[in-house]
């Protein structure tokens, strides 16, 4: 599982960092950086519902 980010959609409102700030921080310029993209599997549910809670669709998990 890969942590995949569309930087143009990404409007930096940041609940994937309050979810998961481990593997993501909304930097001073607005867009989310992934800290991580590669997460641990015992991290799989809270990486899948930090990315299910982007309300812009800016992130998602590829193989």
Avoid: N, T, W
Avoid at 23 to 41: A, C, K, N, S, W
């Amino acid at each position: 599982m890969r942590i995949i980010s569309d930087l143009h959609l990404c409007e930096g409102l940041g609940m994937c960092e309050a979810m998961a700030d481990q593997y993501f921080e909304v930097g001073d310029d607005g867009q989310v950086h992934v800290l991580d993209d590669r997460p641990r599997d015992h991290d799989r549910q809270l990486v899948d519902a930090a990315v299910k809670s982007c309300p812009v669709s800016a992130l998602r998990l590829g193989s």
